[in-house]
């Protein structure tokens, strides 16, 4: 494709990377970005609209299967659409079950939610790089990146939204002194009242970071996969510009890594609602716990 858009390598990857973004300029009026400069320069006044759109369908996809499975249920034998989204539902609550132990009737649902749709958004990446951003400019669309994953501020707002909830509960579980200690009366601890005042700061420092590292771990091991895995695909995408023989290879390739990143979208979905359920359940922990 590269070839017949008359882009080089560069100009093909840059391209393929660039949002579809909305904000406002430097000039002050409000407009779409032409090109990744223009999106950096929009800074915090702008939106990928290209991400929303995707994001947003796949979860009212996912909303109105689940929904449309359940109002079909059967108490007989189940169809296959049927087995198949118990199975899920089953794994979620499982998965909850075995790794949170206070009670919250919330974290099961949410477990569900968050892996059905980090997957589905993940799949995404297994849709040949060329087709929609093909489609998309045939209607006058310059750029369209279809894979919600690879955009930081997706992974980035929902490990915030695991990491205030974590916070909530924390603070209603333990009230703000419990949590406060916990922040500062752990790892180092002394019945020394002077040696014990100088380990508070060391404890809190240490916690503190810990704390912060949760949303940020969360949020870069799906982002750095999922780009890492779209970086792969448009790789192997300019193979084909190479004549036929690099693109016979190419395909042999795509075919392989796509088989491959199966595994790796579903266990980042996995990875991410294991480690919302464990946030969860160490919201729960009292100080006999920790």
Not at 7 to 25: F, V
Not at 175 to 195: I, Y
């Amino acid at each position: 494709m590269s070839d017949e858009a008359g882009l080089t390598a560069t100009e093909y990857i840059k391209h393929h990377l660039t949002n579809l973004t909305y904000g406002r300029h430097a000039d002050g009026h409000w407009g779409w970005a032409h090109s990744a400069d223009e999106a950096k320069e929009m800074g915090f006044m702008s939106i990928n609209v290209d991400t929303m759109f995707w994001s947003l369908t796949l979860g009212a996809l996912f909303l109105f299967l689940f929904w449309k499975i359940a109002k079909r249920v059967e108490s007989g034998v189940p169809g296959g659409w049927q087995n198949f989204i118990e199975m899920i539902v089953e794994f979620a609550d499982g998965s909850a079950k075995s790794a949170f132990t206070g009670r919250n009737k919330m974290v099961a649902p949410m477990a569900l939610t968050i892996f059905v749709w980090v997957f589905l958004m993940n799949l995404m990446d297994l849709i040949p790089v060329d087709w929609i951003p093909f489609v998309s400019q045939k209607i006058g669309i310059d750029h369209m990146r279809v894979v919600p994953s690879t955009d930081p501020n997706i992974t980035f707002g929902m490990a915030i939204a695991v990491f205030m909830l974590m916070l909530f509960y924390s603070l209603k579980i333990k009230r703000p002194a419990g949590f406060l200690g916990e922040l500062t009366l752990h790892p180092f601890q002394s019945k020394n009242p002077l040696l014990q005042a100088l380990f508070v700061p060391i404890n809190f420092i240490l916690e503190f970071v810990s704390l912060l590292s949760k949303p940020l771990s969360l949020s870069l091991r799906l982002y750095g996969n999922m780009f890492a895995g779209e970086m792969i695909f448009i790789l192997i995408a300019l193979m084909y510009g190479g004549g036929w023989a690099l693109g016979l290879f190419g395909g042999f390739l795509q075919l392989g890594w796509a088989i491959f990143h199966i595994l790796i979208i579903t266990l980042q979905a996995y990875i991410f609602m294991v480690l919302t359920i464990v946030y969860m359940d160490m919201a729960y922990q009292t100080g006999e716990d920790h």
